[in-house]
């Protein structure tokens, strides 16, 4: 079995951005995703792409925090923020959000909760490359309430989702939820299998409790090369192939009853995000029984999987951290195998959450749930890329479901442009006009170019441009220009997007009593007095003037 821990590891560790609550734009300061902090970079060039993650947050924290649908790119910027909000103040967040193919194009998909109705309400939702919603999945009736843990398109056109049904035994005082998968047409929304736990395990089967409600928590959902139906159970620790014509178990995996043996005596327990894997990709040992050779489709099937190793309730572990683990399960024997294992970069346990991907190189990303960590190996075992969203010290960012890593996503928002902020900013010494340019989810902005007017109606002056440098670009002019806009530039050299103009933020002129060496545009000579200036160098003044009084008001740029 290749095991990896990346403790101990000779490893080059750069630090790309600092570890902060949340990252802040002037721009777009109703902005609040996690600041997400690279430790580990050694991607090759053309080893590229985006990363997908939705935070989770405890309620009480989201006046410090957004939990939204987040992109970063591999530096740790943030690429898109999809925070919506919710009318109640009940915002449970997003689950799950990655590419995926529907109806013959590349769209985004995620799952969002929300307190609706005195009940937790969760939406599947498929977006296109413009961010808008294509497809909204919601609750299929029948007393069938989503789960927000998983879903897959099948075919492109059909959805395997997982669901529940809270069942109240003797009045309200005492519950049970059943855990419900079900194969809907999207386009029709008939529902065309539905398997219901109750029917096949019962209470009893839970490696949580007797007095446990949620006694089999349906977590993952996929399919095998056969249609058959693989899911997994976190409160039963067990994953299950159930057959997708009969509802019937064809076999266990973990658990007392399970239906394989570990030869390596390897405990099963708590896991997250099971997927078939093409033993193509990965790694059989030279030891399997009739050499690697008599490993077949036909007699074999591969399983990642993200083992938690933690029952979060009792406290109880089952192995020294948690760890992503690919699972070689022979029919013919009836055995199981871990062939893979890639510990915690630091050795911790994700209480809850934790995905697995087998990316297009071969290399392994990974999830790590609640420590809210991400990280990316090579096949034989190599650490290459560590990241950590948010602030370790804060206890209010919980994790998140599931983390993606894609080349695939391009986004080109339509409903709305770049973003510009304008104030007159100094040093002391020197006065001039500061810029700040943004545009949530455009991938395709190479650099901005400004433009800076006398008034609303021009004419219009261009005063520089600048290449992107991560969520929030820059640009700084000498002069004092009390309107301004911005274009987005593309690769080839056009024009891809353009902000409203904006009117250029100037602190009150009282500041100019009291700023040593500062220079208010509409007045001549510099002050000479203390280091009172020292707060408002950085725009501070400008920010809190947009926090209070919102986004700047912005007017179609005329005069062209």
């Known amino acids: 079995m290749l095991m990896v821990a990346a403790l101990g590891r000779s490893l080059v560790f750069v630090a790309v951005l600092i570890l902060q609550v949340h990252a802040s ?33 405890y309620l009480t924290s989201l006046d410090t925090y957004h939990d939204g649908p987040v992109i970063y790119d591999l530096q740790g910027a943030l690429v898109w923020d999809g925070y919506h909000g919710s009318a109640t103040g009940h915002n449970k967040g997003a689950h799950n959000l990655r590419p995926l193919h529907y109806q013959g ?24 490359t413009s961010y808008d919603t294509v497809e909204e999945l919601r609750d299929p009736g029948n007393r069938v309430v989503l789960d927000p843990h998983d879903y897959e398109i099948i075919d492109e056109k059909k959805i395997l989702q997982a669901g529940s049904i809270t069942h109240h035994l003797g009045g309200h005082e005492t519950v049970l939820k059943e855990a419900v998968l079900q194969l809907l047409d999207i386009s029709s929304k008939r529902i065309e299998f539905e398997w219901r736990s109750l029917d096949h395990v019962p209470p009893n089967d839970t490696c949580m409790g007797l007095a446990y409600p949620d006694y089999f928590h349906i977590n993952s959902v996929t399919q095998d090369p056969n249609g058959n139906d693989i899911i997994s159970g976190y409160s039963i620790c067990t994953v299950l192939s ?16 399970s239906s394989f043996t570990f030869v390596d005596n390897y405990t099963l327990s708590h896991v997250h995000h099971v997927r078939v894997v093409p033993l193509s ?59 893979e294992r890639y510990l915690h970069p630091r050795g ?3 209480r809850i959450f934790g995905s697995v991907q087998i990316l297009p190189n071969g290399d392994r990303f990974i999830g790590w749930g609640s420590t809210r960590q991400v990280s990316q190996h090579t096949r034989d075992g190599v650490m290459v890329y560590h990241a950590e969203m948010g602030d370790r010290d804060r206890p209010e960012l919980i994790g998140s479901l599931r983390a993606f890593k894609s080349k695939e996503w391009v986004g080109r928002p339509r409903t709305r442009g770049p973003d510009l902020y304008s104030n007159y900013s100094w040093t002391c010494g020197r006065g001039g006009t500061k810029m700040y340019a943004s545009w949530n989810g455009a991938t395709e902005v190479e650099r901005w170019a400004f433009y800076g007017g006398r008034s609303e109606d021009g004419p219009w002056v261009h005063l520089g441009v600048m290449e992107r440098e991560g969520f929030e670009t820059a640009f700084l002019n000498e002069g004092f220009w009390a309107f301004g806009y911005v274009e987005a530039v593309g690769k080839g050299g056009e024009g891809i997007g353009r902000s409203r103009g904006i009117r250029t933020r100037v602190p009150a002129p009282k500041f100019s009593e009291g700023c040593g060496q500062w220079r208010y545009p509409e007045k001549s000579g510099w002050k000479d007095d203390s280091e009172a200036c020292d707060g408002y160098r ?23």
């Open 25 to 57: 734009f002037l721009s777009r300061p109703d902005i609040k995703a996690p600041a997400l902090t690279v430790h580990v970079n050694r991607l090759s060039d053309d080893d590229q792409g985006l990363l997908f993650v939705t935070p989770y947050f």
């Open 348 to 350: 911790e346990y994700a």
């Open 242 to 257: 159930i057959s997708s014509s009969t509802g019937a178990i064809l076999w266990r995996l973990g658990g007392p009853l």
């Open 538 to 560: 950085q725009g501070a003044v400008a920010k809190h003037d947009q926090e209070v009084l919102g986004l700047p008001d912005g007017f179609e740029v005329r005069g062209l």
């Open 105 to 128: 194009t590349t769209h985004l998909a995620y799952t969002a909760t929300r307190w609706e109705q005195s009940r937790w309400i969760s939406t599947h939702t498929i977006l296109n």
């Open 281 to 339: 990709a990965i790694n059989i040992p030279s030891s399997a029984p009739g050499g690697p050779h008599a490993i077949t489709p036909h007699t074999h099937l591969a399983l990642s999987m993200f083992d938690n190793a933690m029952n979060r309730y009792e406290k109880s572990t089952t192995a020294s951290c948690s760890s992503a683990i690919i699972v070689l399960l022979d029919f013919e024997a009836m055995t199981a195998q871990v062939v």
